[in-house]
């Protein structure tokens, strides 16, 4: 049971927008920033949000990230077939004084 | 480009030990805290333990507490992970990841912008 709480899969059809949420508490994401990585099949984690809404160079404006009281979410728009992956949301937890993830979602591209 | 580069992991009994590597090239190492993630064979991420660029903030889970060491070694460029009284719940591919802030005081004001390929650890009799 991670301590944060994402859905475990979730799908969509190429060209399509999907959601991502990210459920946590006044210790974590109430209170801290919100971080979302992409781990493609078989490969290391990638950055994909910092800061709750920053994208790195290089990561398409397709992904976008908000944050509101102790929920995140991740949106990708125009979804693509490459985009069939997991996705972790993170945060720094004050009370556990340690990063903690959220469980995973598997994307799948229909 | 940067680069990170883990080794050390391997097949060892409960209770043993083992010590992983982190090599890193590629930007400034000694700029940077670095961290240790892991992933459990189809499981999610977990963070273990992190450390700053001059070893004064240091963190670890509480599933890891007491049993694992942190450190850095500045003039070699490497990150290093001292595993003891292993358990089967720490099988899993360990990654070496990198903070993205510059002299970063505190761990927890990081995250990770660039990950290793990770070394899998195997805690069997």
């Known amino acids: 049971q991670s301590v944060l709480t994402q859905p475990p899969s979730a799908s969509g059809t190429p060209g399509q927008r999907v959601t991502i949420s990210c459920s946590g508490s006044?210790?974590?994401?109430?209170?801290?920033?919100v971080y979302w990585y992409q781990q493609l099949p078989g490969t290391a984690p990638k950055l994909l949000i910092y800061?709750?809404?920053q994208r790195p160079s290089g990561v398409p404006d397709r992904f976008s990230g908000s944050k509101s009281g102790t929920s995140a979410s991740l949106a990708i728009s125009g979804l693509r077939s490459e985009d069939e992956a997991d996705y972790y949301c993170?945060?720094?937890?004050?009370?556990?004084?340690?990063?903690?993830f959220g469980g995973g979602t598997k994307l799948t591209v229909l | 480009e940067v680069q990170l580069v883990e080794s050390g992991g391997g097949l060892v009994q409960p209770g043993r030990s083992l010590r992983l590597s982190c090599a890193a090239s590629?930007?400034?190492?000694?700029?940077?805290?670095m961290h240790w993630v892991r992933q459990a064979p189809g499981k999610g991420l977990e963070w273990v333990s992190g450390?700053?660029?001059?070893?004064?903030?240091?963190g670890y889970a509480d599933s890891v507490k007491g049993r694992f060491t942190i450190s850095r070694d500045n003039a070699k460029n490497s990150l290093y992970l001292q595993m003891n009284s292993l358990r089967a719940e720490d099988t899993a591919l360990y990654y070496c990841a990198k903070d993205p802030w510059i002299q970063l005081s505190f761990i927890g004001f990081g995250h990770f912008d660039y990950w290793g390929q990770g070394t899998l650890v195997t805690v069997s009799s």
């Open positions: 993170a945060a720094w937890d004050d009370s556990l004084s340690g990063h903690v």
């Open positions: 450390i700053s660029w001059n070893s004064g903030s240091i």
């Open positions: 590629g930007f400034t190492f000694d700029d940077y805290a």
């Open positions: 006044s210790s974590n994401i109430g209170s801290n920033y």
């Open positions: 800061r709750n809404n």
